[in-house]
């Protein structure tokens, strides 16, 4: 019985790959924090183990979507506009509409993923 065992076991810890975990995904609610012209904020506390910080600043896996269409580019620093968005420890999402417009009054629903 060992001696068909261990191959058959040795061969299935070797030949196993898991499935990877799908990803997570939630809808953005407002009304978002207007911060200037075309950056709003939207708190999410429960990712803030996921965001960016100044010595990874390309760690977070968020990624922000208008209507489902991804907007990007993500980890922005400077500028947010044009659909930029930044997921930076302790400020949750900071992003801007598409078209720079106000999230809270443009009718568009914005969503996020994260691994």
């Known amino acids: ?4 065992y261990f191959p ?3 061969y299935l810890h070797y030949s196993y ?3 990877p975990d799908p990803p997570k995904a939630a809808t953005l609610a407002g009304p978002f924090r207007k911060l200037d012209n075309k ?10 183990g996921l965001a960016d ?4 600043p390309t760690r977070s896996t968020v990624t922000v979507f208008e ?4 907007l990007g580019p ?12 930044s997921h930076r420890r302790g400020s949750g999402i900071i992003f801007s509409a598409s078209d720079n417009s106000d999230p809270n009054t443009n009718g568009r629903t914005y ?5």
Not at 67 to 70: A, F, H, I, L, T
Not at 74 to 79: D, N, R, V
């Open 1 to 4: 019985m060992l001696a068909i």
């Open 8 to 10: 058959v076991a040795v």
């Open 17 to 19: 790959v898991p499935k």
């Open 39 to 48: 950056a709003y904020q939207a708190l999410i506390p429960g990712l803030d």
């Open 53 to 56: 910080f100044d010595s990874a």
């Open 67 to 70: 209507n489902g269409r991804q």
């Open 74 to 85: 993500a980890h922005s620093l400077k500028t947010i506009a044009d659909g930029s968005y």
């Open 111 to 115: 969503s996020l993923t994260w691994q």
